[in-house]
């Protein structure tokens, strides 16, 4: 069930132009699933009326934390990054369809750019028996922030444009494309780089779900303006994704 | 305890407090935040006679205190309407009403005319005002003429109450609504988006895929609440007031200016639960004020 509730800021980490909130909320968290997202409420910004979607990063159900890696692109998200310690923020949780939880046996990539490493580590937290592999790309070595996190849950292989950490070059030309066996892949961030994604997907004929971020207004299906093109004509990113299974998209 | 019931011409609403049109989904989307039975009616989205893919995406631009959308009346038409959403919420405790909209005369007939068999929807809203559909839509509601004819053609075979949606892209919309009135509309609701346009300087390009869309959200309010009371004052038949409430002062305020009932919009989007919030918050205002019945407050503005 959606909720709409008040959480309190009580830690924070910043980077540039990236914040990594730690929220508590008063209320026993409703159940999340790796993919989801909540609409956080922007207060005291003039040039923020609607609220900002923002996937969950973490999740701590023992004390009824979520954090949110935001980063910072126009006002709304840059009001959202300054928040102190202490703040109270209203969010709307939880939303849309998390990704499908992998089998066992599957072996499993998660192949994140950007902020859009951010819902793939609770995903990856979600599926208990899996021996986690990321894929992370940056610009460089400054975009790859908490990279220690993902470590702690995985094998972690990193790309950067400049080849200041890990391989140089896209996530799409890392080497651990040639050695492991994949069979299912998850992918979050830039448009450019999912759509690279989903082409060796398709090429190596692996399954692969995709998070989108079109831009929203309600977050819950009523407004229809955060609407993908799919197989099944328009539909809202909001309810019927983030997650999309690549089959479904016109890519 | 405040009475609240307000009476429109053969539609009770338990109070004065709808949820607009495009911004409610099919009440379904809220039902988690919003105990429906606590508001007087629910504007289910925009139905068509056929199925509407809609615009492309982009379909939205943030503004200072609002938004512009040109979603373009997506929807899978007035038979999946009957056939499969219609039976989950026929027996929601509100009045489950829906806005019409057609790119011809006899589009919108036969869409009403479908409506009109459904025992559970007392009403239908005609949106003769949506600015993002090519045909038809806004262009019926900017002449007196054209007013008159949709909505002549739709009470020849719709029976229950008949509420027309304005469009306040126009210059005198009290000749507007007295024109919707004369041609049998029941009430007239008004305002629908105003017609706006968004620009990215950095690209030099719309932000918008129709590069114009409709304006709504708070940023609209004083021009709602302008209209309101202009129509009020011109016409016999209730005014529904729409445009930027936020609040329940702000529903209060067009309820001075002469609206007998009002929709919540873009401000569902802002927060999900304002619509019971706001019928809760008119109740204060009448225990403060010492009004015994909501109907008290309608057009008494002390001028």
Same mark, same amino acid.
């Given at each position: 069930m959606k909720r709409i509730s008040d959480f309190t800021v009580i830690a924070k980490q910043s980077w540039f132009r990236v914040a990594m909130l730690r929220l508590h909320c008063d209320e026993i968290l409703p159940e999340i699933r790796g993919g989801q997202f909540v609409q956080v409420r922007v207060e005291g910004?003039?040039?923020?009326y609607l609220r900002r979607p923002i996937s969950v990063h973490d999740v701590d159900y023992q004390h009824n934390t979520i954090d949110l890696l935001i980063q910072e692109k126009h006002e709304g998200t840059k009001t959202l990054c300054n928040l102190p310690v202490g703040a109270k923020v209203n969010i709307v949780l939880p939303l849309g369809n998390g990704f499908t939880m992998p089998d066992k046996n599957d072996n499993v990539l998660l192949v994140g750019g950007g902020i859009g490493i951010a819902p793939l580590l609770y995903f990856a937290k979600t599926c208990k028996d899996l021996t986690t592999k990321f894929l992370l790309g940056g610009?460089?070595?400054?975009?790859?922030?908490?990279l220690d996190r993902f470590r702690e849950i995985g094998d972690v292989f990193v790309t950067t444009d400049d080849g200041s950490?890990?391989?140089?070059?896209?996530?799409?030309?890392?080497s651990v494309w040639n050695t492991l066996k994949i069979n299912k892949i998850y992918t979050c961030g830039p448009i450019p780089m999912m759509k690279a994604v989903a082409k060796i997907a398709r090429e190596k004929d692996i399954w692969c779900e995709v998070s989108l971020e079109n831009q929203m207004a309600?977050?819950?299906?009523?407004?229809?303006?955060?609407v993908e093109n799919t197989t099944e004509g328009n539909v809202c990113v909001c309810k019927e994704g983030p997650v999309f299974n690549i089959e479904r998209l016109l890519w | 305890m405040v009475k609240t019931e307000i009476k429109l011409k053969g539609l009770t609403l338990k109070n004065p407090v709808m949820t607009a049109s495009g911004t409610f989904g099919y009440g379904e989307e809220y039902a988690d935040f919003v105990?429906?039975?606590?508001?007087?009616g629910i504007i289910v989205k925009g139905t068509t006679l056929h199925h509407r893919e809609g615009n492309?995406?982009?379909r939205m631009a943030e503004t200072a205190m609002g938004m512009l959308n040109?979603?373009?009346?997506?929807?899978?038409g007035v038979d999946y309407f009957v056939e499969t959403i219609y039976p989950r919420i026929r027996?929601?405790?509100t009045n489950v009403i829906v806005n019409v909209s057609g790119s011809n005369i006899d589009d919108y007939v036969a869409a009403a005319a479908k409506i009109d068999?459904?025992?559970?929807?007392p009403a239908i809203e005609l949106n003769?005002?949506?600015? #993002? /559909?090519?045909?038809g839509g806004m262009a019926f509601g900017v002449t007196c003429s054209g007013i008159e004819q949709v909505v002549k053609a739709v009470r020849d075979v719709y029976h229950k109450h008949l509420i027309v949606k304005l469009s306040p #892209? /126009?210059?005198n919309i009290a000749e507007i609504a007295l024109a919707a009135e004369d041609a049998g509309a029941d009430s007239v609701s008004l305002i629908n988006t105003l017609l706006g346009m968004a620009i990215d300087a950095e690209t030099r390009?719309? /932000?918008l895929s129709m590069v114009t869309g409709g304006l709504s959200g708070a940023c609209v309010k004083p021009v709602a609440l302008r209209m309101v009371w202009q129509v009020a004052k011109e016409v016999k038949i209730p005014v529904i007031g729409l445009g930027g409430i936020s609040s329940a002062t702000d529903a209060i305020e067009f309820l001075l200016a002469g609206a007998s009932a009002i929709q919540i919009g873009t401000a569902n989007f802002i927060d999900p639960a304002i619509s019971a919030k706001v019928a809760k918050g008119i109740v204060e205002y009448c225990e403060r004020h010492g009004v015994e019945d909501v109907n008290e407050l309608i057009g008494s503005l002390t001028l």
């Open positions: 910004c003039q040039k923020a610009r460089s070595e400054s975009d790859l922030m908490l950490m890990g391989e140089k070059g896209f996530v799409t030309q890392h309600c977050g819950i299906g009523a407004c229809l303006c955060c | 105990n429906l039975s606590e508001l007087g492309p995406y982009p040109c979603v373009g009346l997506q929807n899978k027996h929601f405790d068999a459904l025992d559970d929807i003769v005002s949506c600015p #993002n /559909v090519k045909q #892209n /126009v210059t390009r719309p /932000v």
